[in-house]
């Protein structure tokens, strides 16, 4: 749901912002943030986070951390190389996903981990709300295909 909700920001971000693309003629749709380095950045410190809960912060999950740090900003480099972004659109995308990311992470531990854990009709409308807003998000994404 988190990952859903941070593609949605990416996109109201990018009609408020209007920041064209390097390179307006192969896309045409605003550059920043970049929502490719916005989304790689999310999942990326989602599984450092996650790593870390689950196995401390030991040399392995440090190593694994830059590792998942490294892959992120590589596939978030391809975009600024394929000129499909400036490097300001991907290094800003890049840090709203980590922040929104570590924003959503901590909010879950804080606040509703313990009641979804405890309390069953929490546990449903957030298993309910997560399968909307995927749902919702496949369908966003087919609809923008057969515009395109």
């Known amino acids: 749901m988190g990952s859903v909700i941070n593609a949605m920001l990416s996109v109201v971000l990018k009609r408020i912002l209007n920041q064209e693309r390097p390179v307006s003629n192969l896309r045409s749709d ?6 490719h380095a916005q ?3 999310f999942m990326v410190v989602f599984a450092v986070l996650s790593i870390f809960e689950w196995l401390g912060v030991n040399g392995f999950s440090v190593t694994l951390g830059v ?21 300001s659109q991907v290094v800003v995308g890049a840090v ?3 922040v929104f990311c570590g924003l959503w992470y901590w909010s879950w531990i804080a606040v509703v981990s313990g009641a979804f854990n405890s309390i069953l009709w929490v546990r449903i409308l957030l298993i309910v ?4 807003f995927a749902v919702g998000f496949i369908l966003h994404v087919i609809r923008h295909w057969f515009e395109t």
């Open 30 to 35: 605003p550059g920043m943030p970049s929502s």
């Open 39 to 41: 989304s790689f950045f």
């Open 67 to 87: 590792l998942l740090l490294a892959i992120g900003g590589y596939f978030s480099w391809l975009r600024v190389s394929q000129q499909l972004h400036t490097i």
């Open 96 to 98: 709203l996903g980590s």
């Open 129 to 132: 709300g997560a399968v909307g």
